[in-house]
């Protein structure tokens, strides 16, 4: 830069400090010598001017090409296995589970390390095959049959812990962690097994007949559909048969039209209810959660009520002795209260 040289040049002068240029012969106490200075450092000054306008000249020819810029993804050069990573994450369905695979698998990374976590997470999301959580701090599924279900007499969603007491096998039970801080609380957890049967009842009291059925099928084979898009997409980007860009538009198509669905209760054809209890916890919470909103527990940390998403889908009893229908009492109300 002439500016910066002439700058450089008056506080030399400043301070009483010759300049001389050895190679050039230059000597900058001379006018003579500051003139040459001053020529060298314009053509200097033009000759990375030039530079810079032939590189955003190649970028820009490149870009219009279609050419990438910049170092290639990984899985786009030689030995690169993308779809081996995505495969890997279905399979754990998570991504510390997806990273353990492949190193059990030794599926090499780019600089010969091991697969980490962060790798994994920032690979999957350009792919397109991992969105992300739905909220801060929430995960989209959870190892707990009742995870983010159960809600606190204090407002706190309860969660899921594994203990294991002595020699005794592992069991599960809900923390509320607002125990500690709240005043008069109560009790803070609940053993899954205590609360377990109040939900198994509270679940078959669901009404699948005629035509909510219908609607409740085509609902979760049109998102089913949708995912199926999305899949599809992902497949096609890392098979290099689609550029980012028609990856990104579908991508927004497909959650443009996941949004138009609404909140809808999404429910498989279910068959026999007490089938869901034997799948995996994931599994069978996904469809309760589909289901049921929450379940409000009382001070004792036992169940007092259930909303419902779609409280059509529920039918009421007419067992006198039923604990979960007090609409025979006139007071349905209380299964679906507000959260006032």
Not at 311 to 317: F, N
Request: with cysteine.
């Amino acid at each position: 830069s002439v500016q910066d040289l002439r700058a450089l040049m008056a506080l030399a002068d400043a301070h009483h400090v010759p300049v001389r240029l050895v190679a050039d012969q230059v000597d900058t106490s001379t006018a003579t010598g500051r003139m040459l200075l001053t020529m060298l450092a314009a053509v200097d000054e033009m000759t990375a001017d030039l530079a810079s306008e032939h590189a955003r000249d190649a970028v820009a020819v490149r870009r219009a090409r279609g050419d990438r810029i910049g170092h290639p993804f990984y899985g786009e050069k030689a030995g690169e296995d993308a779809g081996a990573v995505v495969s890997a994450y279905r399979e754990a369905d998570s991504i510390m589970g997806a990273a353990r695979l492949l190193n059990e698998r030794e599926v090499p990374t780019r600089m010969g390390g091991p697969w980490s976590t962060i790798t994994v997470r920032q690979l999957l999301v350009r792919l397109g095959a991992y969105t992300g959580r739905t909220r801060p701090g929430a995960k989209p599924r959870a190892p707990f049959l009742l995870y983010g279900l159960l809600r606190c007499h204090c407002g706190h969603i309860l969660t899921g812990t594994r203990f294991r007491n002595g020699p005794q096998p592992l069991y599960t039970a809900y923390k509320c962690y607002k125990a500690r801080a709240v005043p008069n609380h109560g009790p803070g957890s609940i053993p899954e097994k205590t609360i377990l049967p109040w939900i198994r009842e509270e679940i078959a009291h669901i009404d699948l007949g005629g035509d909510r059925a219908e609607a409740i099928r085509d609902d979760a084979a049109r998102r089913a559909a949708l995912t199926a898009r999305l899949e599809r997409a992902s497949e096609e980007y890392v098979a290099g048969r689609w550029n980012r860009e028609r990856r990104d538009r579908e991508i927004a198509a497909v959650a443009d039209e996941m949004g138009k669905l609404g909140d809808a209760v999404v429910v498989a054809d279910l068959g026999d209810l007490d089938e869901m209890w034997t799948w995996a916890p994931a599994d069978a919470n996904a469809t309760l959660r589909a289901i049921l909103e929450r379940v409000d527990l009382g001070p004792d940390m036992k169940p007092v009520s259930a909303r419902w998403r779609n409280p059509a889908l529920r039918r009421a009893c007419d067992d006198p002795a039923c604990t979960h229908c007090p609409a025979l009492r006139g007071d349905m109300q209380s299964i679906r209260s507000d959260d006032a």
